[in-house]
Every structure is written in C-alpha cells, then in structure tokens.
C-alpha cells in the first residue's frame, strides 16, 4: 500500500479535501496504510459513504464531514470540528477541485466564477482556516494538488488561472508562516493520471489515450503515484522543503507535444518597417543602438 515505512504517520490527523475519490482517495489510502488518522471532506454526501464503507468501516481512523469549500461558514466548520473530534490537525491536503471543459471565449461569468471559488478561494479559506485555528499555534504541514498548467491550459483557461494562483500562493504563504512552523508546497499532477473519477469527467473517452503520446514515458500515470508524492512532502524526508512545487507527470510538461492544434491562419502577419515585408531580401529591419 505504500512506498514508506509502516507506521510513519502514527498519531498523525490528516485533513483531505476532495478525499473521496480519485486522487483524493489514493491519498487517503496511503496515509490511512501508514496509520494517519484522516478526515475526508466533500460535498456530497453520498460519496463520503461509500469511501469510508470502502476504505475503512469498522474504525474511527477514517472521519468524514460534509463541506462545500467555497462556503466560509462550512470551512470555519470543519475546521473546528476536526479539532474537536481529533484534537489536532497536523496535516491539510487541499485536493478537491472541479472544471469543465471550454474555450474561453465561451466561458460565462458564472462558470469562471464557480471554477475560481472552488479552486482558487476554497484552497484559500481552507489554508486561511486550518492556520487561523490551529498551525499558528502549533505548525503544520499543507500540501495543495494543482494542475499542469504551466504553459497555458487550453480548454481549461478558469482552472489553470487558479491553479496558477494556488501555485504562487504556496510560495508567498511558505514565506508568510515559516515562523509558525508551518511547511507548505503543492503537487503538480499531469492531466494524464487515470483515474475513474477522472475519466468520468470527460465526455471524450479517447482522451487518455491522446494523452499518452504527449508523455515520455508513454504510459498514463496513477492516483498512487501521486499520493506517493504527497506523502513525501508530508515526511520528514522533506523537513526542508517548502514553497516548491513537485510535477508527477512522466515528463509531460517539458515535451512540446500539445493536445490543442491550431489551425493554418494568417491572421497575424509579421509587422513591417516599410511598405515591404520584412521577409523581402534586400530589407534589413532597423540596427540596434545598442
Ligand atoms: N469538490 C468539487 N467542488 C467542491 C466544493 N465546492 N467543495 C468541496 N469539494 C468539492
């Protein structure tokens, strides 16, 4: 169940966003198998069932809480219930996310906005929270799951904004609480882990394949591969790590293979110095002064 010695996480309470399913889940797993006590978090109530039927029935070690992150009065909530039913909170894994699919140019304001406040504000209210209300006082380590969006996220434009800003908002809050005792970093998946939950939310069932040819390793990555990572950042193998963001995904963001094609255009022609154009011979473009 995982890469790490057992009992790692002994006494440890972990707090898990989005811990139901998918990426989430495998967190969860991982840390449960290392003996965190943990708290799931999700709207729906339904899938904190299931998980915790599934994953540990029979034990208190596996708490779920109903919560909508984009709501301030349900953060402060969990929060404090989370203190009153475990006592601490030494880990917050900020993994709940949600998008759809579009151009920009066809997103309305109310879309943006419920993609900005679930992954952008919530991880903002939740990281506010958990420090407010415990890591202040008694340090703590955050880990916020983001997005490869580090050269655009065509057809993705809302999400990659605010994973964007939740990737530079761990490096300003790693500064902002090194004093408190508090390490914070993100992890960085590809869009190329496959998961059920994942797959779901795509209407194009080819997509994961498309995928695996803009990957050097030619495979898909999994949900454990990236709870491997997050429980790294959550060790002491990473007591001097803070502030960084770690990708998983196989090399996909340094290889210039891009799911999006443009089609032939000409609709931005190079800008000329004279009547000619500047591909003509004979016209140099101006010397530098310099
Ligand atoms: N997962 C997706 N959206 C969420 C939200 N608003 N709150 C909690 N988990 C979520």
Not at 60 to 65: M, S
Not at 208 to 213: E, S, V, Y
Request: aromatic share 8%; hydrophobic share 40%; net charge neutral.
């Amino acid at each position: 169940m995982s890469i790490f010695r057992a009992g790692l996480f002994k006494d440890k309470v972990a707090l898990v966003t989005g811990g139901a399913t998918g990426i989430g889940r495998a967190i969860t797993e991982e840390l449960l198998s290392l003996d965190c006590k943990v708290v799931i978090a999700s709207r729906k109530e339904e899938r904190l069932k299931e998980a915790v039927e599934a994953m540990c029935p029979n034990s208190t070690r596996l708490r779920a809480k109903v919560c909508n992150i984009r709501q301030e009065d349900q953060v402060k909530n969990l929060i404090s219930w989370t203190l009153k039913e475990l006592g601490k909170i030494d880990f917050l894994v900020n993994n709940s996310g949600g998008q759809f699919p579009s151009p920009v140019s066809a997103m309305s304001l109310k879309g943006w906005n419920a993609v900005i406040e679930t992954n952008l504000t919530g991880t903002f209210l939740m990281c506010r929270e958990v420090h407010d209300q415990w890591m202040s006082d008694h340090g703590g380590i955050i880990v916020n799951i983001i997005a490869d969006m580090f050269r655009g996220f065509p057809m993705m434009g809302h999400t990659g904004a605010a994973r964007a800003a939740v990737d530079n908002l761990t490096k300003t809050l790693s500064v902002e609480w090194a004093q408190d005792g508090v390490r914070i970093n993100a992890v960085a998946p590809g869009s190329n882990i496959y998961s059920p939950t994942a797959a779901n939310n795509y209407d194009d069932p080819t997509i994961f394949d498309r995928a695996r040819g803009g990957i050097p390793m030619k495979r898909l990555g999994s949900p454990q591969e990236v709870s491997s990572a997050v429980c790294f950042l959550l060790s002491p193998a990473a007591a001097f790590i803070t502030g960084e963001t770690l990708k998983v995904d196989g090399g996909s963001s340094l290889y210039s293979y891009l799911m999006w094609q443009i089609p032939e255009h000409n609709k931005l022609p190079a800008y000329s110095w004279t009547n000619k154009t500047p591909t003509d011979e004979e016209e140099d473009p101006p010397k530098s002064k310099l």
